[in-house]
């Protein structure tokens, strides 16, 4: 079998195995919420955007939206551990391979890219130079932008160095923020043909770092990450075939499990919060958290901030159940005598537990954005009845492994 037909096989493969998953997320209620949703944001979006004065820094926003948006990219290459040793020998004929993984990458992140910079535009029109350009070319001006960040990402990839590694891709976030900043402040074709050089040098600079002809083993561990992350997200709605992530130390984090008493009952609630500190779900907890806050401060009127206030803490509640997908298929979690309601309960408890942890925190922002402070009482007893509510529907329905 020739390479690239080695590639079209298993991104048809990994769609083929992904609709199933996806088409029961929809049906889960997901569709419904995004059919709601996505009008409701652009209503307060452009609501939010006819109160704005053109003094206003709209690239500090710009940069905290488009930056994650334009950095966080890589060549899905669906390699597997045994590439190592099937494919490693013909690596001078797998440049066909890598060509298609290169293009699939690019046109997959457009899909997300092109509706984030048309989002975007309309707070660059308000906000930027005397004479802001048209959705075109400002839309063009990104997708050359992400032509230069997938091929710098393939050169940190074959870096001997992993501290090379990190040291250009930290630059190249600040570049992409600097890059937005541009834009916004000064006339678009002078930041323009600025940025252009910026980053042919940049890509020239890359080249300088010892790099290997193609960093298999990195490769590999890549594609296992980001394979993990979207079954991972998958978790959050419906089961899935357990994967293994790779843990992380985070002692700083997962010290609070051992307050817990020597108990029976807290012994997969210890178990639960030491994996949810060491895992990906941690990571991913976190940065809802943080999207959250942000949501809760932008959002304009005290109804709306509610609404959003109790959509995230719903949404994290999700989220921390499917720490319990870690330890599904290993054998001696369930040859532990631990009675599965026990189990059940355990796992309602460490969410119940996280998620008010977490919907204090976003309280802080909540409680200082509003018009007055008397309406947190009645905002927060549908959050207790959310959170209670959400305990009982996982011991109820969310049968533990």
Known sequence: METRELWKKRSFQFWWDLMPYLNLIMRSGLGALLLLGIPLFFYFYTGWLN????????????ILALTPVLSLIQARTFLKPADLVYLLPLERKMRGYFRDAFIYSFFMKLAVLV???????????????????????????????????????????????????????????????????????????????????????????????????????????????AFSRIWM????????????????????????????????????????????????????TLRLAAGGMLAVIWTPGDLAKSAVWLIFIHIIGIQLSAVRLEHQSEFWFRVYPIPKHLLNESLARFVRSVQIMFAALLMIPYAASLSSVWLLAPAAVPGILLIWYSGIRLLQKRAAP
């Open 51 to 62: 109160q704005l004065s053109q003094q206003y820094p709209g690239f500090a926003i710009a």
């Open 115 to 225: 509706p984030a910079s048309a989002a975007v535009w309309p707070l660059y029109v308000r906000t930027a130079a005397d004479r802001p350009v048209k959705l075109a070319a400002f839309l063009a001006v990104f997708i050359v932008m992400e032509i230069f960040h997938l091929s710098a990402s393939w050169t940190e990839s074959r870096m001997v160095s992993e501290r090379a590694r990190l040291f250009f891709r930290m630059l190249r976030w600040g570049l992409t923020g600097l890059s937005i900043w541009m834009l916004f402040v000064f006339e678009f074709w002078k930041a323009s043909v600025f940025l252009l050089l910026v980053w042919l040098t940049f890509v020239l600079i890359l080249r300088l770092p010892d790099r290997f002809g193609i960093h298999w083993q990195h490769l590999v561990s890549l594609e296992a990450r």
């Open 233 to 284: 997200w998958i978790g959050w709605f419906t089961d899935v075939p357990g994967m293994g992530n790779r843990p992380k130390r985070r002692n700083w984090a997962s010290r609070w499990a051992d307050l817990l008493s020597l108990r029976r009952r807290n012994t997969a609630v210890y178990l639960y919060a030491k994996t949810w500190t060491r895992t990906e779900g941690f990571g991913m």
